[in-house]
């Protein structure tokens, strides 16, 4: 119990106390991060506003102080009462006033004794620093904090003018401004913020949503209607991922069907395939008993049927292990071809009049394959490029040839036939189980299993050509072995004569018909690079 609860633990780890301060939502995410965009651009604009207005009050009290002083040039001997100054210093919001002309430096106005040196700010040559922090030290100062303010006189003439002013009213006027700026800063940074959210949120966020909850509703049920998406038809990312979010599930959709007719196809041959190998083990039972008769037309044709009624069997066990996506390992052995070829044809419909077949392979030649696999393949093909000559009426001139090439240590056999080749639908999912059929009523599967048979190799099984001439299949094998010193076929393979197949030369029609091994078209051969390793 402890297991499974470290387990589920694991798989689940508990939220970090981050993930918990911070939302999960996109949307929420977003509206946070649009507002906090919106008030650190409000605050960088801020802070020079605040800055502008902490010079414009050092200057309105310059100014009033360079008036109070004019007052004491029209006094009587230039002397004033201390009530006078008083007022004129209250007025003036200063301290102190001092004018400097022609290098002469002389107060105009002073009141008593200050507590600490007044810190000196400069307006004729102030930099960027001191100009944006001068807020901040009338904010965060004492109230016994003095600013000497030095600045070009404007009424009258001088070299400059200079007033103290002390930080209590500079602080009080800055902290009222900032309240109302703020506020107004704070307001429109919400606002806009809140609008920039309403945007991104109906042109990204929600699509984005509405993508999400597609995936999750196909991956809970791919056959639920809801679970497509539907499209907007936009022409930006967003619609392109709709799009091929669209397309993948259609194909996902396709695969599923096919897996599950796969499925329910291995269901019914697992009901049935006790019943058909009984059978099939009655036939056999009964080509026993045929083969204790002394009769030459039995004797002849026996071969065969026993040929058939063994791969019938093997085939009915087999095919329940193909709806499993299994295959037996092939057990590869030096073989003979045109042998092959000439069991192959009987089995896949070829007969002395019809379509006909010619092999252009050398007597001896050999391949490195599995018997019955190979066969299997071999059958497929013959079958289909029969059928497909039949299909177009091509009974008499329709012709399949097949050749042998060896390079780089490969064997590659080819199937061409001069029929009406492939349709376009047919190629573009040509080895996919039920996918693949070129004629109607097909299942689709005898490419597949063939490819499959190949791949088990170590090869492939490619088409390489197709067109109104004609399609050709390649058969890669791996291995090249020499061919046999005798052309007969060896023992273990019964004689087409024995077997009631075709003779290596038969006398005429459009039966198998070796020939010369004749050289491969420029263009027709297969890269090494294109043959899987085993």
Request: charged residues 20%; glycine residues 8%.
């Amino acid at each position: 119990m402890s297991d499974a609860s470290t387990d589920a633990g694991a798989a689940s780890p508990a939220p970090s106390g981050r993930r918990v301060l911070w939302p999960r939502g996109l949307s929420a995410r977003l509206l946070i991060l649009t507002v906090l965009i919106a008030l650190a651009a409000a605050l960088l604009i801020l802070v020079p506003s605040l800055a502008d207005y902490q010079e414009s009050g050092y200057l309105d009290r310059v100014r009033a102080a360079e008036l109070a002083s004019l007052a004491v040039d029209v006094a009587p001997n230039r002397t004033v009462s201390n009530t006078i100054k008083t007022q004129l210093l209250t007025a003036a919001g200063v301290v102190s006033v001092a004018v400097q002309s022609e290098g002469v430096r002389r107060l105009e106005v002073q009141a008593a004794h200050l507590p600490r040196t007044p810190e000196l700010v400069d307006l004729r040559n102030n930099d960027l620093g001191t100009w944006l922090s001068q807020p901040f030290l009338t904010l965060f100062s004492g109230d016994d904090r003095y600013v000497r303010v030095v600045a070009q006189p404007r009424f009258r003439d001088g070299d400059f003018i200079e007033v103290v002013i002390p930080n209590a009213p500079l602080r009080k006027d800055l902290a009222g401004y900032l309240l109302k700026v703020g506020g107004v800063a704070l307001f429109l940074a919400i606002v806009a913020g809140a609008g920039l959210f309403v945007l991104l949120d109906a042109f990204l966020v929600r699509p984005i949503q509405k993508l999400t909850v597609a995936m999750e509703r196909f991956r809970a049920d791919p056959d639920d209607p809801h679970a497509r998406i539907a499209l907007s038809h936009r022409r930006d990312e967003i619609g392109r991922a709709e799009a091929e979010l669209d397309r993948m599930q259609a194909d996902l959709r396709a695969a599923l069907a096919s897996r599950a007719r796969l499925a329910a196809l291995g269901e019914a041959v697992a009901k049935i395939n006790h019943d058909l190998r009984n059978m099939l083990s009655s036939a056999q039972i009964a080509s026993d008993r045929l083969a204790s008769l002394h009769d030459p037309r039995v004797s002849q044709a026996l071969p065969r049927l026993e040929r058939a009624l063994d791969r019938a069997i093997t085939l009915a066990t087999d095919v329940l292990n193909y709806g499993k996506s299994q295959e037996a390992a092939p057990q590869p052995a030096e073989l003979m071809l045109l042998p092959a070829l000439q069991m192959a044809a009987e089995d896949a419909g070829f007969a002395d009049r019809g379509v006909g077949l010619k092999a252009d392979v050398a007597a001896g030649a050999r391949v490195l394959a599995d018997p019955d696999q190979l066969h299997r393949i071999l059958v497929n093909l013959l079958r289909n490029a029969r059928e497909a000559l039949e299909a177009e009426g091509r009974i008499e001139d329709g012709l399949v040839r097949v050749s042998l090439d060896q390079e780089d240590g490969a064997s590659i056999v080819r199937l061409a036939d001069n029929g009406p080749g492939l349709p376009q639908k047919a190629t573009t999912h040509l080895f996919q189980p039920f996918a693949g059929s070129a004629r109607s009523g097909g299942a689709g599967l005898g490419l597949a299993i063939s490819r499959e048979l190949a791949q088990a190799h170590g090869g492939d099984l490619l088409l390489v050509a197709n067109g109104p001439e004609g399609a050709a299949f390649e058969l890669i094998l791996p291995g090249a072995p020499g061919a046999a010193a005798s052309p007969e076929p060896p023992v273990s393979q019964p004689s087409p004569e024995a077997s009631g197949a075709p003779s290596a030369e038969p006398p005429a029609g459009p039966g198998v018909s070796p020939s010369a091994r004749r050289p491969r078209a420029a263009g027709q051969r297969r890269p090494a690079a294109s043959r899987r390793a085993p």
